[in-house]
């Protein structure tokens, strides 16, 4: 094999397929070695040794060798490793990549590339780190109808939320600790602000509802805004904060999101902690399954990596590779804004006069969004009053018009945040 890339998960790799060659022996028939891996810097302390002269700085040392059958695309980017990905494939090499960016977007292309080459493309690892789930969505549940997914797939923002919630540290510590411990992305935006989550999502809906749902379809909203207070009220609330995404499917209409969300405490997902990741699957004839597991770092993502790699050298044996793309069965058709139902957690300083509270509820009571809970406290500054809002289920357009309303009533001073809540907390 050959890598592109010997990072944090490429290094896994390495590792795994070195411990582990008497298992891969047995499993595939013959040795698995690393030919090439291409770096961007040959003299960089690698987290695993390796013989420099594997390295290379250049990329057809690894996509041009005859001797290389699979090439391992662990570098991450999107231009120039989908470049690499359909040279290799049209040098009929297989290809296993763990890069969600690439795949959420080109994801169709390259599996087209992969077909047309007689070639394998797997990419296990690009959602959830470590749990099988695109293997489970795929295989596992093939003979189901997947209604609802819905999951903690990003394991830096799992971990920051975690770390806040629990022991108070303030985000970018921790932001800080999840690069060192190589959850993060290079560049950690695509983290914080939910794209990464998306971007999986994209995948999961895709593979889950059997139609080609891209990261331009999933609504998107990050942690990057969450601040204590919120945390604070989800807990006293009895809620738990989480990056959550959701697929869902009703008929044929689906919503694909990405967004902070309040979880009941005993919800499941809730007790998610630090980097796992977990997905939730209902499925309508399996009922409810819930897969958990590492959703990034070394060793449990290189496990999904090299799990592809077995994968193709057994398909190698049979003959069968580039047969697994089965295209998208049905036509996209996303929700309307008024078909999405969900509650919401809203919180807004308002003057603290009289009548305030009363031209708040007739607001909600005029756009038909009525509360579950609501609660009113003072605050210190400027005569000021903090109200917090839990809403019964709304459409998100009713909602949406409602804070747009409320956000140019003269008493609003400012809306401070509002999140999605899924589930009941009971009583
Ligand atoms: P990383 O630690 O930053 O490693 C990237 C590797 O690729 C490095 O070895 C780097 O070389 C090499 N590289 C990058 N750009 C290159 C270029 N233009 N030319 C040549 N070499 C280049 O990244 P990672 O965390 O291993 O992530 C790799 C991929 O796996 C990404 O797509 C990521 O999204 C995905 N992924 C990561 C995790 C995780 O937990 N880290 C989990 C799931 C999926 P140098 O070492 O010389 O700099
Ligand atoms: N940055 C990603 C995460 C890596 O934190 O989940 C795994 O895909």
Redesign the pocket.
């Known amino acids: 094999m050959g890598l592109?890339?010997?990072?944090?998960?490429?290094c896994g790799v390495v590792k795994i397929v070195e411990n582990h060659q008497d298992k891969l022996k047995h499993q595939v028939g013959c040795s698995v070695k690393v030919k090439k891996a291409?770096?961007?810097?040959l003299h960089?302390d690698r987290l695993v040794n390796i013989d420099e002269k594997l390295l290379t700085?250049h990329a057809e040392e690894v996509l041009e060798d005859p001797e290389i059958d699979v090439v391992i695309e662990?570098?991450?980017?999107v231009e120039?490793a989908r470049h690499y990905i359909l040279r290799a494939l049209k040098n009929r090499k297989h290809v296993v990549t763990?890069?969600?960016?690439l795949m959420a977007v080109y994801g169709s292309e390259l599996l087209a590339a992969a077909s047309e080459n007689n070639c394998d493309l797997f990419y296990e690892?690009?959602v959830a780190?470590g749990i099988p789930i695109l293997r489970s969505l795929v295989d596992g549940l093939a003979s189901d109808r997947i209604t609802k997914m819905m999951g903690i797939v990003n394991?830096t923002t799992n971990f920051i939320l975690t770390k806040m919630n629990n022991e108070g540290s303030s985000y970018e510590e921790v932001l800080h600790q999840a690069q060192a411990l190589?959850?993060a992305?290079?560049d950690p935006t695509s983290d914080v602000e939910g794209i990464d989550a998306a971007r999986k999502m994209a995948i999961l809906a895709t593979l889950g509802f059997s139609m080609n749902i891209e990261l331009k379809d999933v609504q998107v909203k990050g942690i990057s805004s969450v601040s204590e207070e919120d945390l604070e009220y989800s807990k006293k609330l009895g809620y738990t904060m989480k990056l959550i995404g959701i697929a869902h499917r009703e008929k044929e209409k689906v919503e694909v999101s990405v967004a902070p969300t309040l979880l009941p405490h005993a919800h499941p997902l809730a007790s998610v902690q630090n980097e796992y990741n977990a997905v939730y699957v209902y499925g309508e004839a399996v009922g409810e399954t819930m897969f958990y597991g590492p959703g990034?770092?070394?060793l449990p993502?290189a496990t999904a990596v090299v799990s592809d790699l077995v994968g193709v050298m057994k398909n190698m044996r049979l003959g069968v590779n580039g047969k697994s793309m089965v295209s998208p069965q049905f036509q996209k058709t996303l929700k309307e804004k008024e078909e999405v139902q969900a509650k919401h957690f809203l919180r807004v300083h308002v003057k603290d006069e009289v009548g305030v509270l009363s031209h708040i509820t007739n607001l909600f009571s005029n756009k038909g969004v009525s509360f579950e809970k609501i609660l009113q406290l003072p605050l210190k500054e400027d005569a000021l009053a903090e109200v917090v809002v839990v809403t019964h289920h709304a459409s998100l357009q009713r909602y949406e018009d409602l804070l747009e309303e409320l956000a140019g009533m003269p008493m609003v001073k400012e809306i401070k945040s509002s999140y999605r809540v899924e589930g009941e907390v009971a009583v």
């Not at 291409?38 to 810097?41: A, G, I, P, R, S």
């Open positions: 592109l890339g010997l990072g944090t998960v490429g291409l770096v961007k810097d960089k700085l662990v570098m991450g980017g120039e763990a890069n969600k960016d690892a690009s780190g394991g190589g959850f992305e290079a990034a770092g070394s993502t």
